[in-house]
């Protein structure tokens, strides 16, 4: 029983800053990488940041690099996403992703930026 649950979304004003948390269960989430993506209406579901199994290699997007940090605890199975400075441009549903030998995604949490 696969589980990948985010939570944390909501409104928030531009420069605000928002904490996105995933927790995941019904596999072996150390050994999996983590994602984060989002999806704006009608646009394409992007990449937005990428941890490695081991929570010490990360990447971003060049559109939220600076702003975003990804971070994980694998004690408690649980990805985070940290925005800062967040813009209009940030809103979409954003959706949690471990892709290893499995492919799982969330169910989507909603982040809308606007004053």
């Known amino acids: 029983q696969v589980q990948v649950v985010e939570s944390g979304g909501g409104l928030v004003q531009p420069g605000g800053s928002l904490k996105l948390s995933c927790a995941a269960s019904g596999f072996t989430f150390s050994t999996y990488p983590m994602s984060w993506y989002r999806q704006a209406p009608g646009k394409e579901r992007a990449l937005v940041a990428f941890i490695t199994n081991s929570g010490i290699t990360t990447t971003y997007a060049d559109s939220v690099k600076g702003r975003f940090t990804i971070s994980r605890d694998n004690a408690k199975n649980t990805v985070y996403l940290q925005m800062n400075s967040l813009k209009p441009e940030d809103t979409a549903v954003y959706y949690c992703?471990?892709?290893?030998?499995?492919?799982?995604w969330g169910q989507g949490t909603q982040v809308t930026v606007s004053s």
């Open positions: 992703r471990a892709g290893n030998w499995g492919d799982y």
